[in-house]
């Protein structure tokens, strides 16, 4: 069982910029998806952004131009950059690393807190 551990939360004005990272132990970064899910206080949890072994990334309308994901297979790390913060962007924000094929695993983050003032 890999754990996956995020970080890089915390407090920030609307307009500023936070990294989020998202450590895992073991390998499995070169072998499955990794997104970003957060959730808002009262609302479900809703996905972020995607990538996938192939590279191919994928962002939700709402944080399209503005976030980016990106991986570093030799520091098992998967960063999520955040630019142009906005108060709507406040949530705890979820790691997770997924692969449905050969030795399946659904791996997720104990999240962290992202919250931007106005």
């Known amino acids: 069982q890999a754990q996956v551990v995020e970080s890089g939360g915390g407090l920030v004005q609307a307009g500023g910029s936070l990294r989020l990272s998202c450590a895992a132990s073991?390998?499995?970064?070169?072998?499955?998806?990794v997104a970003w899910f957060r959730q808002a206080p009262g609302k479900q949890r809703e996905l972020v952004a995607t990538l996938t072994v192939s590279g191919y990334t994928n962002y939700a309308s709402s944080v399209k131009g503005r976030f980016t994901i990106s991986r570093d297979n030799a520091k098992n790390t998967v960063y999520l950059q955040m630019d142009s913060l906005k108060p709507e962007d406040t949530a705890v924000y979820y790691c997770n690393v997924k692969r449905t094929t050969m030795n399946p695993f659904d791996y997720w983050g104990q999240g962290t807190q992202v919250t931007v003032s106005s």
């Open positions: 073991g390998n499995i970064f070169r072998t499955a998806a």
